[in-house]
């Protein structure tokens, strides 16, 4: 008998329209989803309850019993108060449902061990909920990373080296990237400007990677981006199995 499917939830993003549908839309990337698929995980999108921007670690862990896995995806900016600082002026979409959703899940999702992939807005969160801060704009303080694509050096010792190699070429898309470092978080690979463009967690034993840049963008043409997504898979089909 085959192993199912693990189950991978992905917190929703807030959109204001989408293809086809008449109102307000709850949504998950396509290439994200794709991703998640061709690697051999069940994508599950989980919508973001969190009304005035309240919600507790144990309502959401309670709506996230079936996950093998959490995949917290890109999106719009992170509520500067959440990390202690003033409102840029370049902030947008900025939404505090959205945040305590994804800041509840990050918890949740290291607590449990559960395998975690952080893309983008994901790997802010991440640091956030860590204790981390963010550099709010990036052309203020090392540059474009909008439409951009680029190769990164990832360190020798890190497992990202082992799942897409030492010199990837990546995808970006931000405007702002980690600051402060949250607690136990390493950087494990980085852009020729030094910004972090990837993280991984010191004693731990989740697995968790977190990155800067976008590996749906090319996970289809790109096998060191396939192989991110599958590895993130593996780690929730290990669950499954156990």
Partial sequence: MSVRRPMIAIPARFSESASALRSRAGVVSRKIAESVYAAGGEPVVVHPYAPA????????????????GVLLPGGGDIASHRYGAVPSPSAYDVDEEQDAFDLAVARIALDRRLPLLAICRGNQIVNVALGGDLIQDMDDACGNHRHV??????????????????????????????????????????????????????????????????????????????????????????????
Avoid at 53 to 67: E, K, N, T, Y
Avoid at 150 to 173: F, K, R
């Fill in 53 to 68: 921007g309240q919600i507790s670690d144990a309502d959401v862990a309670a709506r996230l019993w079936f996950a093998d």
């Fill in 149 to 242: 694509t680029h190769p990164i050096e990832v360190a020798d010792d890190a497992m990202l080296a082992q799942i897409v190699g030492p010199a990837p070429t990546i995808s970006c898309y931000h405007h702002q990237c980690i600051g402060r470092l949250g607690d136990g978080l390493r950087p494990t690979a980085r852009a020729a400007d030094g910004v972090i463009e990837a993280v991984e967690l010191q004693a731990h034993d989740g697995w968790y990677v977190g990155v800067q840049w976008h590996p749906e963008d090319t996970a289809a043409d790109d096998p060191a981006q396939a192989a991110l997504f599958r590895a993130f898979v593996d780690a929730a089909c290990d669950r499954v199995a156990a």
